[in-house]
């Protein structure tokens, strides 16, 4: 609530019949050249001001911005609301609940812990495609989903009523992000306060960093750490700098051929490659008229992929003709045009606006795209990804040979060449056996890559089919992720061209597992009137179900002969997903490969069955009368897509679906629900556990210490993401996490996901840095030299340094009271707003990470659990420093902070050990303090936001 208006900023708008305040931007100097997301920054600061946390020379300074000059000032932005999904919104409620008991404990009023701001959660991390390529595949699936579940969602049920402002979109209904440019965002807030109605800019901050979807929509959002969003609900605003803000001129329009995914990949490497990290990207420019809403939100939605923290669309026409085919009601739709147009929103591509850095693209120039085996931002031309597929498969048959890495979980690699009774003569250019008549090849590499790279395993169906496989085989085809299924131009173009290769006899090659993630109910509401759905399912292409799916992991089991022949033989297989996210083993366990491709693409690649294949040469198989079918054959029109779009998609479809979209189908809603203000932990639950943040916590922080004889727990190299940190995927038999599921009396097939297990700090502090694609350089001294895959390190407790799991060396440690260390590379944390990444790593018993360089959530998180996060000195590194990891390390300086002042350096000493080789000298150097802001300080002041939020309140 604003206490004071320095500017004389408030005012009144009427829309209609309806008067509302506001807070008006032009009484602040320098307001007119400002970039649209910066106006909304500065409408929130004048809305919030308070003369101590929001004063007027913030505001003054943000009027006065210098898009030139680096981020220095701080700035206090209060969200509008909070969006969760159910993975990272579980631990916010735990942590809630937990609270509720420590207010208690603490002499407090539990009632006071409740959303201050307005949080929706979208229950759709959770189900699995266990089942596919059948119409009971989505029934099933929800079945499971909460037979595995159903202590989560009793959980979130007593949430939804203990909790004020708090609102749970039930499992089954869509994907979060798009629930929330559909329905949940209003553009233009309104809400009463203080028996005012008051309207402003609709902002949020959310659990899953592709909360930037929204900004496509105009509306100013970013990911953040569950940490964080627990904060801004309890009333706390997000401390942050004023950001650089890249101008991104759009000039052209897409041509035929070229979908709006062929687009976010090529901006997304574009940006990467510019560098706009902790930056914001405004679009501007002619071109921007002619972007549909829906290519809008894709592009928005890949913000994390490029690394900025917002992706923003200005207010134009094409919003508001959203709004209303999405249901909004015509008041609304007025009020953020009134809204917008008083406030200088509105989209003028006349107007100057400075930024601090230009870029430009014509969109006629983009071409169709995939991006891969591993990163986003790893574009390859469609027309080139048959040759750059042989090169990437080169380098893991390298791996696989020459590098001696072992990976937990596999076999070791066999020969290279072809399989045992397999001769190559039978690999036909085609990609079918001429042996055998029902025998297809899903990779054909070049004579000159075959040796090394080509491996075909002979394998049969329980039907009696056989077919080889090999390496590049693509084994799982999904039309998945936000970023593609909430929009319709790229899911008819998917639906058409499905229904262009039913018709000539094709089908999808047998070692392919397809499935279908729709992001709302809308989508199948108008697959259903186009008729599309029955060509997709034609090639087995059946919804699953109504959530992540794929991109997070969810893929459920591959075909079981598929699967064991990849793990018998160490097959290099592939993945095509509509996704935003292939980081490696994110997808499933048994794919290596993994690439983004537009939802066409993904069902003409399931008809290819392989990555090696090329869209140009290759036919995709033989229509009925014996002819090449190519996908040019089967691509659709730009117009046909329209044609589908104009007669099958319409505002009456939202209206009804989002109707009734908190109310849950009947399992939902026969959930036995607790009561009362604060939960009923269940001591045998293994999914919902009090959690340990408040322990022993005391009214008056204890002061900051230096760290003094900490042990390496990990020294790791560039790109870590957090995939690698947070506990994500299947739980692994064998596992600290299956061995602690195991003795509380749960069988492996229950185990179910991490995600799913988020409410339990047990199985995550276990599933910390577990990964099986962690590549800890430390445990090579104890394995000739060879880097084991998976979460373990050295345990320096224990004669000799053994290789160990490392939550068991961490416990061995924290009895020992030996504080543990990070050392890291470039891009450290970059990834999902995983707050199980931050906290996980503190509950380890680590007290500082030090890299090269830090992603923005991440960093911020692990300030919010106490943990500081340095950086060696620019141009340094643990290895160029000498640095082994078998080093006892020292900082000092932190202590600094107790007198008020956050130190830019501290000190760091790494002295050698026992396990040090002979004749290894100390180390000693300044590292970079990350903690960036004041507020940030006072959370690590606290041991953590949480704490601090907590001693405000009481």
Not at 251 to 270: F, K, N, R, Y
């Amino acid at each position: 609530m604003s206490t004071v208006d320095s500017f004389g900023a408030k005012s009144t708008l009427t829309v209609g019949d309806t008067d509302y305040e506001i807070f008006r931007v032009d009484t602040v100097a320098g307001y007119e050249k400002l970039p649209f997301s910066l106006k909304v920054l500065l409408e929130n600061l004048l809305r919030t001001e308070d003369g101590a946390n929001v004063t007027k020379e913030q505001i003054q300074a943000l009027g006065a911005w210098d898009p030139t000059a680096q981020p220095n000032t701080e700035i206090q932005f209060t969200p509008a609301r909070v969006v969760m999904q159910d993975f990272t919104g579980v631990p916010c409620i735990v942590d809630l609940a937990t609270m509720r008991e420590a207010v208690t404990a603490l002499g407090g009023d539990p009632n006071k812990i409740n959303p201050l701001s307005p949080a929706e959660m979208v229950i759709d991390h959770s189900v699995i495609a266990d089942l596919f390529g059948s119409d009971n595949a989505l029934e099933r699936n929800v079945e499971i989903e909460y037979e595995r579940n159903g202590e989560r969602y009793q959980f979130l049920r007593w949430g939804q009523t203990a909790f004020d402002d708090f609102k749970v979109v039930p499992p089954g209904t869509g994907i979060v992000h798009q629930v929330n440019i559909e329905h949940l965002a209003k553009v233009i807030y309104d809400r009463s306060v203080d028996g005012v109605l008051r309207a402003y800019p609709d902002t949020c901050v959310g659990t899953d960093s592709h909360t930037t979807m929204v900004n496509g929509l105009g509306v100013l959002g970013w990911g953040v750490g569950g940490i964080e969003a627990e904060a801004a609900m309890l009333g706390q605003p997000v401390s942050m700098l004023i950001p650089r803000v890249v101008g991104f001129k759009l000039t052209g329009e897409i041509p035929s051929g070229v979908t709006a995914t062929d687009v976010v990949l090529t901006i997304t490497d574009m940006l990467r490659k510019h560098g706009v990290v902790g930056k914001f990207v405004e679009f501007y420019g002619e071109g921007v008229a002619q972007v549909p809403l829906a290519n809008r939100a894709t592009i928005g939605n890949m913000s994390p992929e490029f690394g900025s923290t917002a992706a923003m669309f200005p207010i134009d026409d094409v919003t508001l003709d959203y709004l209303r085919l999405t249901g909004r009601d015509e008041q609304t739709v007025a009020l953020v045009e009134a809204y917008a147009k008083e406030q200088k929103l509105w989209h003028d591509p006349s107007r100057h606006l400075e930024f601090s850095e230009f870029m430009e693209l014509d969109l006629s120039t983009v071409v169709p795209s995939i991006a891969g085996p591993k990163r986003p931002q790893d574009r390859i031309l469609l027309s080139e990804a048959k040759s750059q597929f042989e090169r990437d498969i080169l380098n893991y048959a390298d791996a696989a040979e020459e590098d001696s890495v072992e990976i937990e979980g596999t076999f070791p690699a066999s020969d290279p060449g072809t399989a045992p009774g397999v001769e190559h003569e039978h690999i036909a250019a085609g990609g079918v056996s001429h042996q055998h008549e029902h025998e297809h090849v899903p990779s054909m590499i070049s004579s000159g890559a075959r040796h090394a790279a080509s491996k075909p395993v002979k394998v049969t169906t329980p039907e009696g089919q056989s077919y080889l496989l090999d390496n590049g085989a693509v084994t799982l085809a999904a039309i998945t992720s936000c970023t593609n299924t909430s929009n319709p131009s790229v899911m008819i173009a998917a639906g058409l061209l499905a229904k262009k290769a039913v018709d000539k006899g094709l089908k999808r090659k047998p070692w392919v597992k397809t499935t279908l993630g729709p992001g709302s109910k809308v989508v199948t509401d108008y697959y259903e009137k186009s008729g599309l759905d029955k060509a997709l399912e034609g090639l087995d292409f059946y919804t699953v179900g109504y959530g992540c799916t794929i991109c997070i992991g969810n893929s459920g089991p591959l075909i079981d002969e598929v699967s064991a022949a990849i793990n018998e033989n160490d097959l290099a297989v592939t993945a095509v997903l509509s996704g935003n996210r292939n980081f490696e083993g994110r997808i499933s366990p048994d794919v290596k490969m993994n690439y983004l491709a537009s939802p066409p693409l993904v069902v003409a690649y399931a008809l290819a069955g392989s990555m090696n294949f090329d869209f140009e040469t290759d036919a995709l198989g033989k229509d009925s009368d014996g002819n090449d079918v190519f996908l040019k054959d089967i691509w659709p029109s730009p117009d046909e897509v329209q044609d589908v779009i104009d007669h099958s998609i319409s505002r009456e479809q939202f209206i009804k679906q989002y109707s009734t979209v908190f109310d849950g189908d009947e399992r939902w809603q026969n959930l036995p629900t607790p009561t009362g203000p604060t939960f009923e932990w269940a001591e045998d639950s293994t999914y919902v556990r009090k959690a340990p943040y408040f322990d022993g916590m005391e009214r008056t922080p204890a002061p900051v210490t230096d760290i003094s004889g900490a042990r390496v727990m990990a020294t790791l190299g560039d790109s870590v993401t957090t995939d690698h940190i947070s506990p994500a995927g299947n739980i692994k038999a064998g596992t600290p996490a299956a061995q602690y599921l195991t003795e509380h009396g749960v069988a492996q097939k229950d185990f179910n996901s991490y995600g799913s297990r988020r409410g339990n700090h047990e199985v995550m502090i276990r599933g910390t840095f577990a990964n099986i694609r962690l590549k800890n350089e430390l445990v090579a001294a104890v394995n000739d030299g060879k880097v084991v895959e998976g979460g373990f390190t050295r345990d320096f407790t224990q004669e000799g340094g053994p290789q160990s799991y490392i939550y068991d060396a961490s416990q061995n440690y924290q009895a020992q009271g030996t504080p543990l260390v990070v050392f890291g590379g470039k891009e450290y944390g970059s990834g999902s707003s995983r707050d199980w990444a931050a906290k996980g790593t503190s509950l380890l018993g680590v007290k500082a990470v030090i890299t090269e360089s830090f992603e923005r959530i991440h960093r911020s998180n692990l300030i919010g659990m106490g943990v500081v996060p340095l950086q060696f000195p620019q141009g340094e590194s643990w290895a160029s420093l000498g640095l082994d990891g078998t080093e006892i390390v020292s900082i000092s300086g932190l202590e600094q902070l107790n007198e008020g002042v956050t130190p830019k350096t501290v000190k760091v000493t790494a002295e050698p050990s026992e396990f040090s080789p002979e004749g290894k000298q100390t180390v000693e150097f300044d590292a970079i303090v990350r903690i960036d802001t004041p507020g940030e300080a006072d959370y690590y002041r606290n041991g953590g936001i949480l704490q601090y939020v907590l001693r405000s309140l009481v």
